[in-house]
């Protein structure tokens, strides 16, 4: 009944990107900033298969989004990377002994949509490593470069999978093709 | 032998704090703490922003209910700015305010609280959790988890976004509500009010499972306060702020133009011991003046509702509990039944014919040079006090947020759970789950109090006479 519901109310898109972050803290809102950019750059043949959140942090609501979705791709920032490197890997589900509060994660989103709404999207995250996580609106410049090609990235993946094509967006190229050949 | 069992930090609320239990030599409870451990101080370095901005940075204190600090801080712009605000912005602000309150409320009672009263204060804490709610009670889930979505999709189709709407601003809001936003709304609300009506019928199967915690968890006489419209009735908004004693006598009201005064009955107490301060009634002085704010406080402040369903329930509660119930145990009711009315008031709102108008601002430059907002968030009271220059920038600025005036009910109760449940012989999961428990009645936001940040593992303590630690519990 549920799940019918959901996908009455929620327009069914094929991806959702969720970028999050805090946008006063520098690096910290390379999540957002990877939404922002996908925001100005998708075309709208392709903007209609894709939904684009932006948000301060992961909230357990956030399964009902995630459960109509066949793919979702969480943007994150990283202390534990180096600043300007990107890294994409697939969701662990987290659940068991998890104290869920008021901050999720991945892992926990995605578990909560399987078992509440029985959805099995494919999941991946993607983090971008900071530089500062400083009081500032501004991105460092290694970072706004990694956003802008991780934004390339998941823009070239989102096309592929519109045209029906296997793409797995954990294999980074060096250097990702520009907008107009894709 | 004297001991301390300090739990640090304490699980499933919002924000960074330890629980520290004193034991004397014969091992029982003398004393217990509830330490806030965090600190960032909003109130220093918003000194110097131009008063415009005060709602947008305020709204910063808390990632999880920034609607609240924004209403709080758009009132005391209002008061600087000497302005009515258009009574479509009231409106449209009040609904924002409510679908605030409906989804920081469903998040308390279901996934913060709810595992506790379903599988028991000594339930395997493997399966007391939200996953073990959601296989075993998925329905109950499921209405909390689109519960909340309700709530925060008001927000973002009011607000533009869910987190940090900037729609809030000095003088109204900035935008008016389409037509279509307003039908998408009113088109979840029979879906929204078959969730909590769910979650009622459940909660009354549940509820008298816990006389135990019903009678130890923070049960002892205090005042209440909580604002009143006009009529008596319960208030979100803007209204007066009423307190009354423990029989729900009235015994001070600061009326709606009286608040730049609120400093003649709340006073503000520090301890060593925690960052978020002690706020008491003034004219019993410290720590006499104990009083609780929030969704109970309200309840028994107002003389009811003002919503038919809302005011049904109210009528079972008060004929299970009477007019003033003094168990903190009973916030969970009050949270239920709170969560029953902003859905429906939020419908009457939406159904007024001029919530479409455009006109929504009222525009000024500052006419004072102090202004104070106070507003409910879903915690309790939230009062904003600010002093500009002439050039209309911050030189002052005070906030007392909801879980401040909790702060002593909250320490008094930790104490009272703790003196009942725990046996510093036998420490148990459940012994300690059930200080905690006290604590989540409140549904304390310490990122707000404090205005810090962050997430709650859960430490505890034991520690001997001479204050050396024998034993230590922890959780991340």
């Given at each position: 009944?549920?799940?019918?519901?959901?996908?009455?109310?929620?327009?069914?898109?094929?991806?959702?990107?969720?970028?999050?972050?805090?946008?006063?803290?520098?690096?910290?809102?390379?999540?957002?900033?990877?939404?922002?950019?996908?925001?100005?750059?998708?075309?709208?043949?392709?903007?209609?298969?894709?939904?684009?959140?932006?948000?301060?942090?992961?909230?357990?609501?956030?399964?009902?989004?995630?459960?109509?979705?066949?793919?979702?791709?969480?943007?994150?920032?990283?202390?534990?990377?180096?600043?300007?490197?990107?890294?994409?890997?697939?969701?662990?589900?987290?659940?068991?002994?998890?104290?869920?509060?008021?901050?999720?994660?991945?892992?926990?989103?995605?578990?909560?949509?399987?078992?509440?709404?029985?959805?099995?999207?494919?999941?991946?995250?993607?983090?971008?490593?900071?530089?500062?996580?400083?009081?500032?609106?501004?991105?460092?410049?290694?970072?706004?470069?990694?956003?802008?090609?991780?934004?390339?990235?998941?823009?070239?993946?989102?096309?592929?999978?519109?045209?029906?094509?296997?793409?797995?967006?954990?294999?980074?190229?060096?250097?990702?093709?520009?907008?107009?050949?894709? | 032998?004297?001991?301390?069992?300090?739990?640090?930090?304490?699980?499933?609320?919002?924000?960074?704090?330890?629980?520290?239990?004193?034991?004397?030599?014969?091992?029982?409870?003398?004393?217990?703490?509830?330490?806030?451990?965090?600190?960032?101080?909003?109130?220093?370095?918003?000194?110097?922003?131009?008063?415009?901005?005060?709602?947008?940075?305020?709204?910063?204190?808390?990632?999880?209910?920034?609607?609240?600090?924004?209403?709080?801080?758009?009132?005391?712009?209002?008061?600087?700015?000497?302005?009515?605000?258009?009574?479509?912005?009231?409106?449209?602000?009040r609904?924002?305010?409510l679908?605030?309150m409906v989804?920081?409320h469903?998040?308390?009672?279901?996934?913060?609280?709810?595992?506790?009263?379903?599988?028991?204060?000594?339930?395997?804490?493997?399966?007391?959790?939200?996953?073990?709610?959601?296989?075993?009670?998925?329905?109950?889930?499921?209405?909390?988890?689109?519960?909340?979505?309700?709530?925060?999709?008001?927000?973002?189709?009011?607000?533009?976004?869910?987190?940090?709407?900037?729609?809030?601003?000095?003088?109204?809001?900035?935008?008016?509500?389409?037509?279509?936003?307003?039908?998408?709304?009113?088109?979840?609300?029979?879906?929204?009010m078959?969730?909590v009506n769910?979650?009622l019928?459940?909660?009354?199967?549940?509820?008298?499972?816990?006389?135990?915690?019903?009678?130890?968890?923070?049960?002892?006489?205090?005042?209440f306060a909580g604002l009143v419209n006009p009529e008596g009735l319960l208030e979100h908004y803007d209204g007066a702020m009423k307190f009354v004693d423990?029989q729900g006598f009235p015994?001070?009201e600061?009326?709606?133009?009286?608040?730049?005064?609120?400093?003649?009955?709340?006073?503000?107490?520090?301890?060593?011991?925690?960052?978020?301060?002690?706020?008491?009634?003034?004219?019993?002085?410290?720590?006499?003046?104990?009083?609780?704010v929030g969704p109970l406080a309200r309840l028994i402040v107002a003389e009811r509702c003002g919503t038919v369903n809302a005011d049904k329930e109210l009528g079972v509660f008060r004929t299970r509990l009477g007019r003033a119930p003094?168990?903190?145990?009973h916030y969970?009711w009050a949270r239920l039944i709170e969560i029953l009315y902003g859905i429906e008031m939020i419908q009457r709102l939406?159904?007024?014919?001029?919530?479409?108008?455009?006109?929504?601002?009222?525009?000024?430059?500052?006419?004072?040079?102090?202004?104070?907002?106070?507003?409910e968030?879903?915690?309790g009271t939230?009062?904003?006090?600010?002093?500009?220059?002439?050039?209309?920038?911050?030189?002052?600025?005070?906030?007392?947020?909801?879980?401040?005036?909790?702060?002593?009910?909250?320490?008094?109760?930790?104490?009272?759970?703790?003196?009942?449940?725990?046996?510093?012989?036998?420490?148990?999961?459940?012994?300690?789950?059930?200080?905690?428990?006290?604590?989540?009645?409140?549904?304390?936001?310490?990122?707000?109090?404090?205005?810090?940040?962050?997430?709650?593992?859960?430490?505890?303590?034991?520690?001997?006479?001479?204050?050396?630690?024998?034993?230590?519990?922890?959780?991340?």
């Open positions: 009944m549920y799940c019918n519901e959901i996908n009455a109310t929620i327009p069914p898109v094929e991806t959702l990107v969720i970028g999050y972050g805090n946008t006063l803290r520098a690096d910290d809102g390379a999540g957002p900033a990877v939404i922002e950019k996908l925001t100005s750059i998708l075309p709208r043949r392709l903007a209609q298969k894709v939904q684009l959140l932006s948000c301060g942090q992961l909230t357990p609501e956030l399964a009902v989004d995630i459960a109509p979705c066949q793919r979702i791709i969480f943007i994150d920032a990283s202390m534990a990377l180096p600043a300007g490197s990107i890294s994409i890997n697939p969701v662990q589900e987290e659940c068991g002994a998890v104290l869920m509060g008021h901050y999720s994660t991945p892992g926990t989103v995605l578990a909560m949509a399987r078992s509440a709404f029985g959805a099995h999207p494919h999941a991946w995250v993607a983090a971008i490593g900071c530089q500062s996580v400083e009081i500032s609106d501004k991105l460092t410049p290694r970072v706004a470069t990694a956003v802008d090609r991780l934004a390339r990235h998941v823009y070239h993946a989102i096309a592929r999978w519109s045209k029906g094509q296997t793409f797995l967006p954990e294999m980074l190229p060096n250097s990702e093709p520009a907008l107009k050949a894709i | 032998m004297t001991r301390t069992i300090t739990i640090d930090g304490v699980t499933r609320i919002e924000g960074h704090a330890k629980i520290t239990i004193h034991l004397d030599e014969s091992g029982k409870v003398c004393d217990a703490q509830f330490h806030v451990t965090q600190f960032r101080g909003f109130e220093k370095f918003v000194e110097g922003r131009p008063l415009t901005e005060m709602p947008g940075i305020m709204a910063r204190i808390c990632g999880i209910c920034p609607v609240s600090h924004l209403m709080a801080a758009a009132k005391a712009c209002d008061d600087i700015l000497a302005v009515d605000i258009p009574p479509t912005a009231d409106k449209l602000r609904i924002m305010n679908a605030q989804q920081s469903a998040l308390s009672f279901f996934h913060l609280s709810s595992p506790d009263l379903l599988f028991g204060m000594d339930g395997d804490p493997l399966r007391r959790n939200i996953f073990g709610l959601i296989r075993e009670h998925p329905d109950f889930a499921r209405d909390g988890i689109l519960l909340r979505k309700f709530g925060q999709d008001v927000i973002a189709l009011l607000g533009g976004k869910k987190i940090h709407p900037a729609w809030v601003v000095p003088g109204g809001v900035n935008a008016p509500l389409t037509e279509d936003k307003r039908d998408a709304i009113l088109k979840e609300i029979p879906a929204a078959a969730r769910r979650a019928d459940y909660f009354h199967q549940v509820e008298n499972r816990y006389p135990a915690e019903v009678d130890a968890f923070a049960n002892f006489p205090t005042h423990h015994i001070a600061l009326g709606r133009n009286d608040q730049r005064h609120y400093g003649a009955l709340i006073g503000e107490a520090v301890e060593k011991y925690s960052y978020l301060k002690f706020p008491y009634f003034k004219p019993q002085g410290y720590p006499a003046g104990i009083y609780r003094q168990s903190s145990f969970h939406l159904q007024f014919p001029d919530i479409l108008n455009t006109h929504i601002r009222s525009r000024a430059r500052p006419n004072r040079l102090e202004g104070v907002g106070i507003s968030a879903p915690r939230l009062i904003h006090h600010y002093k500009i220059d002439e050039n209309g920038l911050i030189r002052w600025a005070n906030l007392i947020i909801a879980t401040g005036h909790n702060n002593l009910a909250m320490n008094l109760g930790v104490r009272q759970v703790a003196e009942r449940f725990v046996d510093a012989e036998h420490l148990s999961e459940g012994m300690l789950n059930r200080v905690e428990a006290v604590i989540r009645c409140f549904d304390p936001c310490l990122s707000c109090s404090t205005h810090a940040l962050g997430q709650m593992p859960l430490r505890i303590e034991l520690c001997r006479a001479d204050g050396e630690v024998c034993d230590v519990l922890q959780r991340d």
